[in-house]
């Protein structure tokens, strides 16, 4: 077995590897890596990021965003959100982004990955997964990036937090947002009607 059919060995289909991954399993691992990118059986995603594809019956299928970002970062500790959630909290919003945003502790930026853009932004705190009353916040926070008009999408967030559950809707409050986003949501659940600027 030659030392490039050893490192074949160990790749799995569907799987993102980093160069330092892939380094253990060969003396050469630039000239395997290159080798098997012009082969087309590795695709490369970054420097140093590596996909080996899964063959479906639709061609190869694309890396999944959570083994992508998971290798890119070198941490599995970070949540995966878009704009496009937002779509879905009836506040009014339904445009769509092409953007996936990567809350992250390590990276800031736009970085692309496998031919798509990312967009890292560290910070403190973000939760597992995204709730209804995390994104409701997350919103607010970004309110002032959306193609929406801002005070209409506000006034739904407005309605929206009064329907939603108070108590989890005060901890993402308290958890996740910014100071002017502290206060909007403040002022609802106290009943104050004061405006927001965005």
């Known amino acids: 077995m030659t030392k490039l059919q050893e490192l074949r060995k160990h790749l799995r289909p569907g799987k993102v590897y980093r160069r330092e991954d892939l380094a253990k399993w060969s ?17 490369k995603l970054s420097g140093g ?13 694309p890396a999944e965003d959570k083994n992508l970002v998971t290798a890119f970062l070198k941490d ?25 945003v990567v809350y992250n502790h390590k990276r800031h930026g736009q970085f692309r990955l496998g031919g798509r853009m990312f967009d890292f932004r560290v910070k403190p705190h973000f939760p597992k ?23 209409q999408v506000l006034e739904q967030v407005r309605k929206q937090a009064a329907r939603a559950d108070r ?17 909007f949501f403040s002022d609802v659940l106290t009943g104050e009607d004061q405006s927001y600027v965005a």
């Open 27 to 43: 003396t050469s691992v630039d000239r395997h890596l290159k080798q098997m990118v012009e082969a087309g059986e590795l695709t």
């Open 49 to 61: 990021v590596y996909y080996y594809p899964k063959d479906t019956a639709f061609g190869k299928a």
């Open 76 to 100: 599995d500790r970070f949540l995966l959100t878009s704009p496009n959630a937002y779509n879905a909290l009836g506040v009014g919003a339904t445009q769509l982004y092409n953007e996936t």
């Open 129 to 151: 997964a995204a709730t209804r009353e995390f994104l409701l916040v997350d919103l607010v926070n970004n309110v002032g990036q959306l193609a929406e008009d801002r005070q």
């Open 167 to 183: 108590s989890a809707l005060q901890r993402a409050v308290r958890d996740y947002g910014a100071a002017r986003t502290r206060k």
